[in-house]
């Protein structure tokens, strides 16, 4: 796991208001109020290794709505793009269109200036508690990584259970 240069456990995350996949503006400070929440931060829509993480998400969110733990996902593709992989992909959460990469660049997960990745997001998984602190931070040492969906799951349902406490 490679931690972001800009955010680390603990850290107070910027919030921030995009658009969802069917444009409306989604306000992160008003969205933790209901809880948890998990943002993935994935590089592209249509890629195969984005594919198999948000089909694994959308198998898993049932666990993360027992929890009373929210997804989102989060890329640097417009709302179009994101409505159409939604719709293809029967993905249940909302998906987020950080389409000038500022989210990315404030969470200090933005990939370099040259080749295929320029402007896109690194895969990432930031969990989000209701005083907007970054609870869990993983950050892929390279974008075809995937994250320990378990790990993810069972840091989630620990932060979602405080809360109850």
């Given at each position: 796991?490679?931690?972001?240069?800009?955010l680390?456990?603990?850290?107070?995350?910027?919030?921030?208001?995009?658009?969802?996949?069917?444009?409306?503006?989604?306000?992160?400070?008003?969205?933790?109020?209901?809880?948890?929440?998990?943002?993935?931060?994935?590089?592209?829509?249509?890629?195969?290794?984005?594919a198999?993480?948000?089909?694994?998400?959308?198998?898993?969110?049932?666990?993360?709505?027992?929890?009373?733990?929210?997804?989102?996902?989060?890329?640097?593709?417009?709302?179009?793009?994101?409505a159409?992989?939604?719709?293809?992909?029967?993905?249940?959460?909302?998906?987020?269109?950080?389409?000038?990469?500022?989210?990315?660049?404030?969470?200090?997960?933005?990939?370099?200036?040259?080749?295929?990745?320029?402007?896109?997001?690194?895969?990432?998984?930031?969990?989000?508690?209701?005083?907007?602190?970054?609870?869990?931070?993983?950050?892929?040492?390279?974008?075809?990584?995937?994250?320990?969906y378990?790990?993810?799951?069972?840091?989630a349902?620990?932060?979602?259970?405080?809360?109850r406490?």
């Amino acid at each position: 796991m490679k931690e972001s240069t800009t955010l680390r456990e603990g850290s107070t995350v910027p919030d921030f208001e995009i658009p969802d996949d069917v444009n409306v503006p989604f306000r992160l400070s008003q969205k933790v109020r209901s809880g948890p929440l998990v943002i993935i931060f994935f590089p592209s829509v249509w890629g195969m290794m984005c594919a198999v993480e948000m089909a694994t998400f959308r198998d898993m969110k049932p666990s993360f709505d027992e929890a009373g733990v929210q997804l989102c996902a989060c890329d640097t593709n417009s709302v179009m793009s994101n409505a159409a992989w939604k719709e293809q992909m029967r993905i249940p959460f909302p998906m987020l269109s950080d389409f000038d990469a500022g989210v990315a660049a404030k969470y200090g997960i933005l990939c370099g200036e040259e080749g295929y990745m320029r402007g896109r997001c690194n895969r990432a998984i930031f969990i989000i508690d209701l005083e907007m602190r970054a609870r869990f931070v993983w950050v892929a040492d390279d974008p075809s990584y995937e994250p320990d969906y378990d790990e993810v799951l069972r840091v989630a349902v620990k932060v979602a259970s405080e809360r109850r406490s």
